[in-house]
């Protein structure tokens, strides 16, 4: 296994698995938090619905699922191509690293402006270095 999927397959691990903060949350509000006629899953960001971590929670797993796509479409078509640099390398390793410091940072309330849309923007830049290291093979 390259390195590329390896850590393709830790995210793969992150973002199959951060749907559990969201449902501990649902799970755990207090009783009276929804109210008759409404359903958590069908209205998870709804601030008077949802206490800001559980908001914060569902929101995290989104933001992971709109770059994983992205970079795992382009390491799969990078190991087809045989495209494999230390630069790949580093984004594919440094890409787990800030999607896994953006989920607690957002979920624990921690990684506010400007520090979460630096790990998210440096996530997409990671992005570009595979896709570079592809077009430019």
Do not use: K, Y
């Amino acid at each position: 296994m390259t390195p590329e999927l390896w850590w393709m397959t830790w995210t793969a691990i992150l973002a199959g698995s951060l749907w559990i903060p969201f449902i501990v949350g649902v799970g755990t509000a207090p009783q009276g938090t929804w109210p008759e006629g409404t359903d958590p899953f069908v209205t998870p960001m709804d601030p008077n619905l949802q206490r800001p971590w559980v908001r914060r929670a569902f929101r995290a797993h989104l933001n992971l699922l709109e770059q994983f796509l992205p970079m795992l479409a382009l390491v799969l078509i990078a190991h087809a191509a045989g495209v494999s640099n230390a630069a790949t390398v580093w984004a594919t390793g440094l890409f787990f690293a800030l999607r896994l410091a953006h989920a607690a940072g957002m979920i624990t309330g921690t990684a506010r402006m400007p520090l979460r849309p630096i790990l998210f923007t440096s996530g997409w830049v990671c992005i570009l270095v595979v896709a570079g290291a592809i077009i430019l093979t």
